[in-house]
């Protein structure tokens, strides 16, 4: 990222932070959706269901050059033009060329996120044609002169208010903004009117049939329909990656898209139009051209990483269920395509240029990714693509530091030991520092940091490791650099939890850094360097588990395989200790057990770290133990959501750390616990400091904190 | 699912999207029922493309009986001027509540897309447990080209105004389905 167009992002996003109604209605929607989405899938295996369809997406992809021949075979037969456009440029010519053939002046559209792509309207209207967007959503930014907020909902970033202020100026007699179905009204006899005056309607496409040559459009509104209908000549721009190759795919991804989108079964209107149909108005019969939008698809499609981008259905859950969306809306994370999936696109479509503010912003919380209809790896593809950037633009002095740091251990370690020294001063005394310099870290003033352990783990290991001579279970503690070197108690809690269990526990001294900053950094070959040095250390084939008390480090460390794969040498070693990777609750359950419940009831409410819940799939064991162990635990809405920590995410991007935190914290408050209990040494981080920052009383402790203290009583 | 079980929940998420369905014995009572209900919310003209010979007759005695204009063709001039569109479905869907048409003639079309209310005459024995039970005849029908297939639940919707949602954006505002148990 550039300096200046760095800080100018940073200074959108504050704007974007101050504006409450956004917020508000970000926060409305968000929490909405998560509702209605659950009863959408209520009873369905959407794990199951996704990957089904991510599979039929990838079938269709390998093939796209044959699934368009067969496309455009039974299409043309069926009276419809078929054209293949090789990007933007390319297709706004071929559709302003139809307008001229055809003496269009006049020309309605239904939404058609591939139009946003390639710029549609501005061109035909510099052409003198007169455009009007026809659903609901779109005619209101249309009117305000902007692009969409959201991919199904694209003027969710506005206020009734501010629609019926718009709604007055376009119809000259005030618009009361309570009544939000006169506005409704309002639109729709415009609309109407416009409807019946154009010469051409342009529409999108949700699937195109290769087998039939038919194309399908899903909408709530039925303005797709009478823009297919009504004028005489219909052009539908559609994206290549919309060909699936028979009815059959196409029933699968409708059963999800609906759902996905707004949780509803089904959208009111599924169209199918295949072929010139009946049009009075067109001498009895329709002028249909299908434009398909190449634009780097078919090159994506070839690629063994990327062509997953292509599997996306627009249905616009990645940037619903994100946090980062949820505090700044879409005008500030996508830039025509919105959300996850967004930050990918826009690299590919609209270039690297487009894309670099964005890349960088992910927390890598993993919400999209489950959430994603089409099982795409959105977090782990953002990644991918902001490697491309650093490809491209050289590598800038924080990645240049990281890789020489991490891959060397002793080094590493030494930098760690150093910055216990340096930080002294600033702790007085204490475990927090709650003031930093401003010229260290900027804008971190939101959260209290902790502090270096004066002893690390490592070097307590020598007293600490449990002596059992004949044990029954053999762990291979992973501790991960903040148990280590600042948490170094969360583990000797966790030894006191498995005293007289029979456990040996050993404590690898090679081992370092998981990895995951590098990853997170896209710096891939580091990730794999220290990977396979850890792979080394610990010698997982000795051990029945490899435990680790950082959910970020265990949801790494199952990364392994994927990160080595085709090494000859470590790749059998990453699969082998990966299956043998173990967060503590799910230990504890299965190989421990507790004491007989001791706490004393005390209010507790719990923080389920993106890496645990969505990383390992483990959602409900840790809120188990607690209340096995006597906790009062106080459930609370967004207990999945992300805490903000994303590990230097929190550095790059302060600001939005801080507003997601924040949010978090309000609603543990609201819950009166006085503790606050998570597994996971970043999330204690982050949420000790935001706690201590804002005087809270409230504790945070490590489940294995929590659940010693329960035991100590 | 016996038909039973179909019937009742194809009611269920027809009516959870906000259609209107309604037994009916045979055509006459679904007529009368159309008429009477465009008469009601003060409608004064009924269109019906597509249904010809005795059933047309039917329909013409029950828009009489309510005092209605009837109109079958050349809707697209009489836009704004009918009030309801009265039309048939070729397959019901009990999972999602859907209703499917089949909507090649572009009158049909007008009728279901133009008119304040839209009633569709639905025979149960068509009513099916979801799409992919229904996957042979939509090919099928999809394969007859050209064509224009509508799958259709509930009245058209928005809610791109702060989630507040809303009926009626752009198509009818009401969808009433006679679910009619003789054999069509
Ligand atoms: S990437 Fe997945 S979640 Fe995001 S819009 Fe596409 S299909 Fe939906
Ligand atoms: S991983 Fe989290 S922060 Fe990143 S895009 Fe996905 S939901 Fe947003």
């Known amino acids: 990222m550039s300096r200046a167009s760095g800080r100018e992002y940073h200074q959108r996003l504050k704007g974007a932070l101050d504006n ?43 093939h796209l050059e044959e699934l368009y021949q067969q496309f455009k075979a039974k299409a043309e037969a069926a009276g419809a033009t078929v054209h293949l456009a090789h990007d933007a440029a390319h297709a706004r010519e071929i559709i302003a060329k139809i307008a001229a053939q055809t003496g269009s002046r006049r020309i309605i559209k239904s939404k058609s996120m591939t139009s946003e792509e390639i710029h549609l309207n501005r061109h035909l209207e510099a052409q003198g044609l007169k455009v009007t967007e026809t659903d609901l959503g779109e005619w209101i930014i249309q009117l305000r002169g902007e692009g969409p907020s959201h991919m199904v909902a694209p003027a969710i970033h506005l206020s009734r208010s501010e629609v019926a202020e718009l709604f007055t100026q376009v119809t000259g007699e005030k618009q009361d903004p309570e009544d939000i179905a006169s506005l409704v009204e309002v639109a729709r006899q415009r609309l109407r009117r416009a409807m019946l005056e154009a010469d051409m309607g342009i529409s999108g496409a949700n699937f195109a049939l290769a087998s039939t040559g038919s ?14 209908t009504l004028p005489r000549v219909h052009v539908a721009l559609v994206g290549l990656e919309k ?18 989108a707004t949780g509803q079964l089904i959208s009111t209107y599924v169209t199918w139009v295949t072929g010139a149909v009946e049009c009075a108005a067109n001498r009895g019969k329709k002028e249909l051209h299908i434009v398909f939008l190449d634009n780097g698809r078919l090159a994506l499609s070839q690629d063994p990483v990327f062509s997953q981008a292509l599997r996306c259905l627009r249905c616009g859950s990645c940037a619903n269920v994100c946090p980062i969306f949820g505090k700044v809306g879409g005008h500030n994370y996508g830039h025509v395509y919105i959300g996850a999936i967004g930050l990918i696109l826009t690299y590919f479509y609209h270039g690297p240029e487009a894309a670099q503010e964005l890349l960088g912003n992910c927390l890598n919380c993993q919400a999209c990714k ?6 795409i790896d959105l977090p782990g593809l953002i990644k991918k693509t902001a490697g491309l950037l650093l490809a491209e633009q050289g590598r800038p002095i924080k990645n240049q530091l990281l890789r020489r740091v991490l891959t060397n251990r002793p080094l590493f370690h030494f930098l760690l030991r150093r910055a216990y020294l340096a930080q002294k001063p600033l702790a007085r005394g204490g475990r927090l520092i709650r003031h930093l310099p401003l010229f260290f870290a900027p804008d971190q003033e939101f959260r209290s940091l902790p502090v270096v352990a004066a002893e690390p783990l490592r070097d307590r290991w020598r007293r600490l490791a449990p002596k059992v001579p004949k044990p029954r279970l053999r762990v291979a503690l992973f501790g991960g650099c903040l148990i280590d070197f600042v948490y170094p108690e969360q583990a000797e809690a966790f030894l006191g939890l498995i005293k007289g269990k029979g456990i040996q526990v050993d404590y690898a001294r090679d081992q370092s850094c998981c990895g995951l900053p590098a990853a997170m950094a896209s710096e891939e070959e580091t990730a794999r360097e220290v990977a396979r040095q850890n792979l080394a250390a610990m010698e997982a084939e000795w051990y029945d588990y490899v435990l680790t008390l950082c959910a970020s480090c265990a949801s790494h460390l199952k990364k392994y395989p994927e990160l080595l794969a085709g090494d000859p040498v470590w790749a059998g070693r990453a699969e082998h200790m990966a299956a043998k990777v173990i967060d503590l609750a799910s230990f504890l359950q299965k190989e421990a057990g507790l004491e007989p419940a001791a706490a004393q009831g005390k209010a507790a409410a719990y923080h389920a770290p993106c890496h645990l819940c969505r990383g390992l799939g483990v959602h409900d064991a840790s809120k188990e133990l607690l209340r096995e162990a006597g906790y009062d635990y106080r459930p609370y809405d967004d207990e999945e959501v992300c805490c903000g920590f994303g590990g230097s995410y929190s550095l790059d991007f302060p600001e939005l750390s801080a507003a997601i935190l924040e949010r978090k914290l309000r609603q543990v408050a609201a819950t009166g616990a006085d503790t606050l209990v998570t597994d996971c040494p970043g999330c204690v981080l982050q949420l000790e400091g935001g706690l201590d920052h804002l005087g809270s009383p409230i504790r945070v402790r490590h489940l294995a904190q929590a659940l010693a203290e329960a035991k100590d009583k | 699912m016996n038909q039973n079980e179909l019937r009742q929940e194809f009611g269920r998420k027809a009516e959870a999207v906000s259609a209107v369905v309604t037994p009916v014995a045979d055509l006459a009572q679904a007529f009368a029922q159309a008429a009477r209900l465009t008469a009601l919310q003060g ?4 269109a019906a493309p597509g249904w010809e010979g005795a059933d047309l007759a039917a329909l013409k005695a029950a828009c009489e009986q309510e005092g209605l204009e009837l109109i079958t063709q050349g809707l697209r001039e009489r836009t704004g ?30 009728a279901t897309m133009l008119s304040e209310v839209h009633v569709a005459v639905l ?36 809610g791109d105004i702060e989630l507040v949602l809303t009926l009626g954006a752009h198509g009818p505002r009401q969808l009433h389905i006679m679910l009619l148990e003789e054999g069509s």
């Open chain 1, 20 to 62: 409450t109604f956004l917020g508000q209605t970000l926060a409305r929607f968000q929490g909405n959706y998560r509702g209605s989405r659950q009863a959408g899938f209520a009873g369905m295996d959407f794990e199951a269901l996704a990957a089904e369809v991510g599979a039929a997406k990838d079938a269709a992809l390998g």
């Open chain 1, 215 to 228: 194309i399908a459009t899903v909408t709530n509104e039925g303005n797709a329909r009478l823009v297919t």
């Open chain 1, 243 to 260: 060909l699936v190759p028979d009815l059959n795919t196409a029933l699968k991804i409708l059963r999800l898209l609906p759902r996905s």
């Open chain 1, 370 to 375: 489950v959430n994603c209809p089409a099982n």
């Open chain 2, 43 to 46: 409608g004064k003209c009924l």
């Open chain 2, 81 to 110: 001027e009918f009030h309801t569109g009265l039309t048939r479905a070729r397959w019901g869907v009990a999972e999602t509540g859907t209703i499917v048409v089949e909507s090649s003639s572009e009158e049909l079309r007008l």
């Open chain 2, 123 to 158: 025979p149960a024995a068509n009513l099916r447990a979801d799409l992919f039970s229904l996957e042979q005849e939509l090919d099928r029908t999809l394969a007859d080209a050209p064509g224009y297939l509508a799958f259709i639940s509930g009245p058209s919707r928005t």
